[in-house]
């Protein structure tokens, strides 16, 4: 993992789906993806941060399996370095980011 | 003392609960759960269809988040000794999937720290569990509402 990437995990029918359980995710390329959707309202001062909903959108782009578990936010969980998180969780460098439908364990 | 176990080997529920006797002579109350592999394909009316289940786990988080729960446990029941195994893989029917076991002072924590850990573990805990029909087919279990609203049940009643 280079210092500008995040780890992105995908688990159960969702690694099944997507045919993926594990990818390296560049930070520069989510904030491009996050420039080209804003492009309108941003400014120059504004800092520019990447939550997960922002990756989320940029999965969302990838086709029609990604555009189809990534449209349903009640259905997708996600976790940030071992803990869950909700959709407005910044991501930094080096984070582990996990997305995976409700549990059903025990 | 926590003791948390995700694997993939059978496990022998009887040694666990013997090591929860051999505790503190503090300890007067054992009570343990086990959750077992049943039939429980939704809507069908057909009898051994179910050849297992396949259960997956996102096992570093699952670790996070056990030891979690069993500290909150810890602090709100006094329990002496936590034990937890959770088995991963291919499970045969009638095969046990999970041991939840704890020791205390009284009866009333016990029963209602390992109802607690049971309860999260259900709701939160990143276990999938996929049916393995007879014929070969299989398929994602659907999460519960239920699940969550016990889990929640321990929140409002704190």
Known sequence: MTEHSIKVLYFASFAEKLQCREEICSIIELHASKQAKESKEMTESTEMTVVVDDLKHYLRSRGHEWQEIFSRPSSVLAAVNLVRVKDDFVLSMGDEVAFFPPVTGG | ?158
């Open chain 2, 1 to 158: 003392m926590i003791q948390l176990m995700i694997q993939t080997a059978p496990f022998d529920t009887s040694a666990i609960i013997d090591s929860l006797f051999q505790s503190q002579t503090d300890v007067g109350a054992v009570v343990t759960f086990s959750g077992v592999v049943r039939e429980f394909l939704s809507g069908e009316t057909s009898e051994n269809l179910l050849q297992g289940i396949e259960l997956e786990c996102y096992e570093s988080m699952t670790y996070h988040y056990l030891e979690k729960i069993c500290r909150e446990a810890q602090e709100r029941w006094g329990l002496s000794q936590i034990y937890i195994v959770h088995r991963v893989g291919f499970l045969k029917l009638s095969e046990p999937i999970v041991f939840v076991g704890v020791s205390g002072a009284h009866r009333h924590q016990s029963f209602d720290g390992c109802c607690f850990l049971m309860d999260q573990l259900k709701a939160f805990a990143p276990f999938w569990k996929k049916e393995v029909l007879l014929s070969g087919e299989s398929h994602w279990v659907i999460a519960k509402e239920y699940d969550l609203a016990h889990a929640q049940k321990w929140c409002a009643a704190r």
